[in-house]
Each structure stands twice: as structure tokens, then as C-alpha cells.
């Protein structure tokens, strides 16, 4: 069954009705002989009335001229066939960003109505719907497009900003150099579409007011969050607000924004039985992600530290110092502490096991001369982008090294810092200077590396911690590991529980949508928290335009998968044969004439 290229054409079958009237209306001229004048006057006042519809008389010309009509109408429209080969490959790639949840029933429409326009009647079709998401599987490969339909709903755009091609470089190789590929966004593209992908853009302007971030604090005691709520508009915005905790609700509160406004709401933890927990809701618009905050207060994990018991002046100064740092604990017992804080040599030896950090004794001699030499630092993340330059140490106590040690800041050749790991997993840092007699507790620099120490033992600690996280946020969570570790559980209100082993615990991250969730191992509850939306760029749909490059793709479809009429060349000859056969059956028939001699005679 052929199809036309250019359907249009058509419209020439009317030539045909014209073609009859034309016939209709000829009338056959007559030869007369004649013997007296007033006949051929008489003859003249007929035809002076006109032509007159009279029956269809058939004759060579009127076919030869309907036979004219019904090729050149052939060759306008341009008939195709598909080839007998032809294998039709479209690819369609569904952008993952989250702002297409505010264009789900559209990106629908838009698949359906594609599939409609490019897929070719009578070919072969292998059907491929992707996402732009590379770490999801194919939504559907098949050929039958009402399957790839229903595989839709298993499309989750909640991805930020982020690259198209690797998914179209995926597609391309998927149909080949002649298949077709079309990526479907709610917005244009900057520069056309790598792999020569075409464009569909179903987006349009939409507001959208939402949440666009939050911290929690505890002033005496009491826990405050502070939300900000942001009009992505062009135009002014109204909407309700409440919170929701412990199956309790706030009474609704309007607010008015106007274009672009940012808003910092506050308040209080609702309910001392909520565990901690809030839930901020705005009035629904189209774009939804953003339109619930979940909120925990957040609670990391304690480090218990076994600070030196001395009363000489190093001994306190490091006692002081220690105690400084957030979420800290003194810890009587050293065998139950997270971190020993000591000095060089130690009172009980300090084991593999142990997390540590080690200052020299003070120096026995009466003023000591200060280091000289140039201080260099080494590359370690511990001490990346921190200034040493005024660190004054006098000499004195060398802490023994092991070859394990890796030295991270010089002075001259002698070392001021140093970490080791030991076989046993534990880190421990030496700083081979006194505290006391040097000017370090005065630098930034000492500070940060505590600190930066510190976080890296607490992120290590396996116990309960509560946290909010972006959505989709990578978590890093401690845990028992080995053969023997039972698998971690992510449970996430709504949703039912997942296992994830042990080994693919570094894949773990927070729920795609704004929701409370928590971790577990066996008993044991490693995290509780919160995941919210917060990405203004996915929020802010006043850049959605449409925009359509799909109709290039039939073009170039026809092109491959079908062939035009091999014989459009005979047909054109035979038109221009048919022409003059009409001009040469339908021409004057000229008959030779003989003067008439009329003798009138003369009364």
C-alpha cells in the first residue's frame, strides 16, 4: 500500500470534473451545403445563443486528456513504498530533570502523539524509551507502542541540573546512524542536540511557589527551624502554609509573595512527643516537590575523649582545648573513649586499636631555642588550605616514628605533624611540639586540623545520628562491615522497606522525595532523617518554552525506510506522449474549399 510524500497533490483530481464540463459543453461543428444566402444568415443568428450543455459525447481526446489528469496527480503526490527490509528505530529520551513533574500529562501526550507522526504504516518498528538518568535501566525496547505507553508511568524525573548526552550518546548507538532519536524537555536547548538528536519541548511558563531550604537550631534547650519559601514567578503569588507534627496540625497562615520574593519563615518544634519531628506544607500548585519540608532535629554523634589527667600547664592546655569542640564528651575510662588526647610518652600504652592524639612533653631545658627552618606542608586533606607560616615551636621532645607514619608538615627536616594508620584501622595523629611552649593554640590552622580530625573518627563511629539531606543526597553511614554484617534496611514513610547489602552500602542515598526515612542494621538504628527539595534552578519554570524539531524527523524517516516510484520516468514521458496525442486528435480538421460563384441576375 503506497503512501504520498506530498498528499496535497490530490487536490488535481478536480482537474477531471473540469475536464467533463469542458466535453460537456464543446459542440460538434456540422458541414453544410448550402444554395441560397439567407440559410447561412440564418445559420449565423443560432450560434450567436451560445454553447448549450448537450450529452457526453466520448471520443480519443477526452480520454487521452482524464489519462493526462490521473499521471500528473501521480507524480505530484510523490507515492512511496516501504522498503522490504525496512526496519524503523525510534528512540525516544525523556528528560530527567525534576522539573518535568510539573509537565507529566503533556510529556504523555507528547509520546503518544510522536509515536502517531514518525512511526511509518506497514514498517517493522523497534521502539526504545529512555530517560536521561544514566544510572536508571531502559524503560521499555520492543515493538509494540501501546507496552511502551504503559511503561510511562515508571519514568521518575527527579534528577537537578545535569548532561543530555551521555543518554542520547546511549540512544544513538541503541538505533544506529539512520534511526531516530527525539529528547523530549520542557525547555529549548541552548545549541542543538548532540548525536543529532531532534528536540520536543512541551514546557510552558508555570508559577510555582516552594521551599527552598532550612536550618535547625537549639537556643536554651528549645529547637527553632528556619524555612525560606521562594515565589518562582513572574507575577505575585498566594498560598497557605502550615506545619504538621505528632498527627497534629497549625491553623492554615496566607502569605502573599511578589516575583521572585524570598521569605525566611520561623518557629518552634511543635510537640515535645513528635520525636523530633516537623513536616512544613504549602498549598499545592502543578510543580509539588517543593511544596512539603519535612524537617528532624538534627543530632550527631557524640565522640567521648580521654584527655590527660595531668595538672601541669601542657596537660591543661590540651584539656582546654579539647574541650572546645561540639559534641564532644570526656571520658574517664580509656579503654571506652573514642579519641585519647595524651602526651608523649604515655602513661598506658596506647594500642593499635585506638584513635589518638598525641602532643610532645614539654622540654626539660630552660628556654629552648626555637625550630628554624622553612615549614612546608604536605598534600593530605587533613591540612589542604591552611596557613602555618606563624607557627612558633621551641625544641624539644622528638616522638618516636614509625615507618607507617606519614609526615604532614615539615620544618626544615624535622617533623611538626604526623598520621598513622595501624593495621588496625585506628588513626592517630602526632604533633611533635609542646603545646604549652609553642604559639599554636593562637593559629586558625591548629583548629581546623583538630577538627577535620575529629569528624573523620565521628563519621567513622557506628552509632545513632539524625540529619536532613537534599533529596537524592549521597549518605555516608556507618556500619558493621564483613561477611558475617547483617544487611542494611532504608525505610522511608510511605514507601515499603529496602535491603541493601553490605557491599553496595556506599551507593546508599537519600529518598528521591521529600520524606522522613531512617537506617538500620539488625537492632541497631544508624540514622534517622529527613530528605527535602531545595534546587531553585529545577524550581523556577519561567524559562519552559515549547518547542518542536520533531517534524525533521519524518522527513529523514521517508528518506530511509522508504522508496519513491521507480518508474516516474516512463510516467513522465508517457504524460508528455499523452499531451501531444491530445493536441493532434483534438486539431482542425481542415477541409479545402471551393470558391462560390453566385450569378445574381439583374431585374
Same mark, same amino acid.
Given at each position: 500500500m503506497p503512501t504520498f510524500a506530498h498528499p496535497l497533490a490530490l487536490w488535481a483530481l478536480l482537474g477531471i470534473p473540469v475536464v467533463l464540463a469542458i466535453h460537456f459543453l464543446q459542440r460538434r461543428s456540422r458541414r453544410l451545403t448550402v444554395t441560397t444566402l439567407f440559410l447561412l444568415q440564418q445559420l449565423q443568428r443560432e450560434s450567436e445563443k451560445g454553447n448549450r450543455i448537450e450529452r457526453l459525447r466520448l471520443s480519443v481526446p477526452l480520454w487521452?486528456?482524464? &489519462?493526462?489528469? +490521473?499521471?500528473?496527480?501521480? &507524480? &505530484?503526490?510523490?507515492?512511496?513504498?516501504?522498503?522490504? !527490509?525496512?526496519?524503523?528505530?525510534?528512540?525516544?529520551?525523556?528528560?530527567?530533570?525534576?522539573?518535568?513533574?510539573?509537565?507529566?500529562?503533556?510529556?504523555?501526550?507528547?509520546?503518544?502523539?510522536?509515536?502517531?507522526?514518525?512511526? &511509518?504504516?506497514?514498517?517493522?518498528?523497534? +521502539?526504545?524509551?529512555?530517560?536521561? !538518568?544514566?544510572?536508571?535501566?531502559?524503560?521499555?525496547?520492543?515493538?509494540?507502542?501501546? !507496552?511502551?505507553?504503559?511503561?510511562?508511568?515508571a519514568w521518575q524525573p527527579l534528577l537537578g541540573t545535569h548532561d543530555f548526552t551521555p543518554a542520547l550518546r546511549s540512544a544513538r548507538s541503541l538505533v544506529g546512524p539512520q534511526g531516530a532519536v527525539l529528547l523530549i524537555t520542557d525547555h529549548p536547548l541552548p545549541a542543538p542536540a548532540a548525536f543529532d538528536a531532534k528536540v520536543l519541548s512541551i514546557g510552558q511558563e508555570t508559577p510555582n511557589v516552594g521551599w527552598a531550604g532550612v536550618t535547625v537550631e537549639e537556643k536554651e534547650g528549645q529547637w527553632f527551624w528556619r524555612a525560606l519559601v521562594r515565589n518562582e514567578s513572574a507575577a505575585p503569588q498566594q498560598r497557605d502554609w502550615h506545619a504538621e507534627a505528632a498527627g497534629k496540625a497549625t491553623a492554615p497562615i496566607q502569605i502573599t509573595l511578589a516575583p521572585q520574593e524570598s521569605r525566611t519563615l520561623s518557629g518552634p518544634f511543635l510537640e515535645a512527643e513528635s520525636a523530633g519531628q516537623l513536616k512544613l506544607i504549602l498549598s499545592s500548585d502543578d510543580f509539588t516537590l517543593d511544596d512539603q519540608l519535612p524537617i528532624v532535629q538534627p543530632r550527631p554523634k557524640t565522640l567521648t575523649l580521654h584527655a590527660p589527667p595531668g595538672k601541669d600547664p601542657s596537660s591543661r592546655e590540651i584539656a582546654d582545648l579539647f574541650s572546645l569542640f561540639a559534641n564532644t564528651a570526656l571520658e574517664g575510662q580509656t579503654a571506652q573513649a573514642d579519641v585519647r588526647i595524651l602526651t608523649w610518652p604515655p602513661s598506658i600504652a596506647l594500642e593499635n586499636n585506638q584513635h589518638a592524639c598525641i602532643f610532645a612533653s614539654p622540654s626539660k631545658a630552660d628556654n629552648p631555642p626555637p625550630l628554624r627552618g622553612l615549614i612546608v606542608g604536605e598534600a593530605h586533606p587533613l591540612i589542604e588550605g591552611l596557613n602555618w607560616q606563624s607557627l612558633f615551636v621551641r625544641e624539644g621532645m622528638v616522638i618516636p616514628q614509625d615507618p607507617r607514619d606519614r609526615v604532614l608538615l615539615w620544618q626544615g627536616d624535622r617533623p611538626l605533624i604526623s598520621l598513622r594508620q595501624t593495621p588496625d584501622g585506628a588513626r592517630q595523629l602526632f604533633c611533635h611540639f609542646d603545646l604549652a611552649s609553642s604559639n599554636a593554640r593562637k593559629l586558625p590552622a591548629l583548629a581546623v586540623l583538630l577538627h577535620r580530625f575529629l569528624e573523620s573518627i565521628r563519621q567513622e563511629k557506628i552509632a545513632p545520628m539524625s540529619a536532613n539531606y537534599d533529596v537524592r543526597q549521597r549518605l555516608d553511614v556507618a556500619h558493621v562491615r564483613g561477611e558475617d554484617a547483617a544487611p542494611l534496611v532504608l525505610k522511608t514513610d510511605g514507601l515499603p522497606a529496602q535491603t541493601i547489602p553490605v557491599h553496595q552500602a556506599h551507593l546508599l542515598r537519600a529518598p528521591a522525595t521529600p520524606a522522613f526515612f531512617q537506617i538500620t542494621q539488625g537492632d541497631q538504628t544508624l540514622l534517622i532523617a529527613a530528605s527535602h527539595f531545595a534546587d531553585t534552578r529545577e524550581a523556577d519554570l519561567t524559562q519552559a518554552r515549547p518547542f518542536d524539531e520533531s517534524s525533521s524527523l519524518d522527513v529523514r524517516q521517508i528518506d530511509t525506510l522508504q522508496e519513491s516510484d521507480p518508474n516516474w520516468r516512463l510516467w513522465t514521458l508517457l504524460l508528455l506522449a499523452l499531451l501531444l496525442a491530445s493536441w493532434w486528435w483534438g486539431r482542425d480538421k481542415t477541409v479545402p474549399t471551393v470558391p462560390l460563384n453566385l450569378h445574381l441576375k439583374q431585374a
Amino acid at each position: 500500500m503506497p503512501t504520498f510524500a506530498h498528499p496535497l497533490a490530490l487536490w488535481a483530481l478536480l482537474g477531471i470534473p473540469v475536464v467533463l464540463a469542458i466535453h460537456f459543453l464543446q459542440r460538434r461543428s456540422r458541414r453544410l451545403t448550402v444554395t441560397t444566402l439567407f440559410l447561412l444568415q440564418q445559420l449565423q443568428r443560432e450560434s450567436e445563443k451560445g454553447n448549450r450543455i448537450e450529452r457526453l459525447r466520448l471520443s480519443v481526446p477526452l480520454w487521452l486528456q482524464l &489519462l493526462m489528469v +490521473l499521471l500528473f496527480t501521480w &507524480l &505530484l503526490a510523490g507515492p512511496r513504498w516501504v522498503k522490504n !527490509d525496512a526496519v524503523h528505530r525510534i528512540a525516544l529520551v525523556l528528560d530527567s530533570s525534576a522539573s518535568m513533574q510539573a509537565f507529566r500529562p503533556a510529556v504523555d501526550k507528547a509520546v503518544r502523539d510522536s509515536l502517531s507522526k514518525i512511526l &511509518l504504516p506497514g514498517a517493522r518498528a523497534e +521502539l526504545t524509551l529512555l530517560s536521561t !538518568d544514566v544510572t536508571a535501566p531502559s524503560l521499555y525496547y520492543g515493538a509494540s507502542t501501546s !507496552d511502551l505507553l504503559s511503561s510511562l508511568p515508571a519514568w521518575q524525573p527527579l534528577l537537578g541540573t545535569h548532561d543530555f548526552t551521555p543518554a542520547l550518546r546511549s540512544a544513538r548507538s541503541l538505533v544506529g546512524p539512520q534511526g531516530a532519536v527525539l529528547l523530549i524537555t520542557d525547555h529549548p536547548l541552548p545549541a542543538p542536540a548532540a548525536f543529532d538528536a531532534k528536540v520536543l519541548s512541551i514546557g510552558q511558563e508555570t508559577p510555582n511557589v516552594g521551599w527552598a531550604g532550612v536550618t535547625v537550631e537549639e537556643k536554651e534547650g528549645q529547637w527553632f527551624w528556619r524555612a525560606l519559601v521562594r515565589n518562582e514567578s513572574a507575577a505575585p503569588q498566594q498560598r497557605d502554609w502550615h506545619a504538621e507534627a505528632a498527627g497534629k496540625a497549625t491553623a492554615p497562615i496566607q502569605i502573599t509573595l511578589a516575583p521572585q520574593e524570598s521569605r525566611t519563615l520561623s518557629g518552634p518544634f511543635l510537640e515535645a512527643e513528635s520525636a523530633g519531628q516537623l513536616k512544613l506544607i504549602l498549598s499545592s500548585d502543578d510543580f509539588t516537590l517543593d511544596d512539603q519540608l519535612p524537617i528532624v532535629q538534627p543530632r550527631p554523634k557524640t565522640l567521648t575523649l580521654h584527655a590527660p589527667p595531668g595538672k601541669d600547664p601542657s596537660s591543661r592546655e590540651i584539656a582546654d582545648l579539647f574541650s572546645l569542640f561540639a559534641n564532644t564528651a570526656l571520658e574517664g575510662q580509656t579503654a571506652q573513649a573514642d579519641v585519647r588526647i595524651l602526651t608523649w610518652p604515655p602513661s598506658i600504652a596506647l594500642e593499635n586499636n585506638q584513635h589518638a592524639c598525641i602532643f610532645a612533653s614539654p622540654s626539660k631545658a630552660d628556654n629552648p631555642p626555637p625550630l628554624r627552618g622553612l615549614i612546608v606542608g604536605e598534600a593530605h586533606p587533613l591540612i589542604e588550605g591552611l596557613n602555618w607560616q606563624s607557627l612558633f615551636v621551641r625544641e624539644g621532645m622528638v616522638i618516636p616514628q614509625d615507618p607507617r607514619d606519614r609526615v604532614l608538615l615539615w620544618q626544615g627536616d624535622r617533623p611538626l605533624i604526623s598520621l598513622r594508620q595501624t593495621p588496625d584501622g585506628a588513626r592517630q595523629l602526632f604533633c611533635h611540639f609542646d603545646l604549652a611552649s609553642s604559639n599554636a593554640r593562637k593559629l586558625p590552622a591548629l583548629a581546623v586540623l583538630l577538627h577535620r580530625f575529629l569528624e573523620s573518627i565521628r563519621q567513622e563511629k557506628i552509632a545513632p545520628m539524625s540529619a536532613n539531606y537534599d533529596v537524592r543526597q549521597r549518605l555516608d553511614v556507618a556500619h558493621v562491615r564483613g561477611e558475617d554484617a547483617a544487611p542494611l534496611v532504608l525505610k522511608t514513610d510511605g514507601l515499603p522497606a529496602q535491603t541493601i547489602p553490605v557491599h553496595q552500602a556506599h551507593l546508599l542515598r537519600a529518598p528521591a522525595t521529600p520524606a522522613f526515612f531512617q537506617i538500620t542494621q539488625g537492632d541497631q538504628t544508624l540514622l534517622i532523617a529527613a530528605s527535602h527539595f531545595a534546587d531553585t534552578r529545577e524550581a523556577d519554570l519561567t524559562q519552559a518554552r515549547p518547542f518542536d524539531e520533531s517534524s525533521s524527523l519524518d522527513v529523514r524517516q521517508i528518506d530511509t525506510l522508504q522508496e519513491s516510484d521507480p518508474n516516474w520516468r516512463l510516467w513522465t514521458l508517457l504524460l508528455l506522449a499523452l499531451l501531444l496525442a491530445s493536441w493532434w486528435w483534438g486539431r482542425d480538421k481542415t477541409v479545402p474549399t471551393v470558391p462560390l460563384n453566385l450569378h445574381l441576375k439583374q431585374a
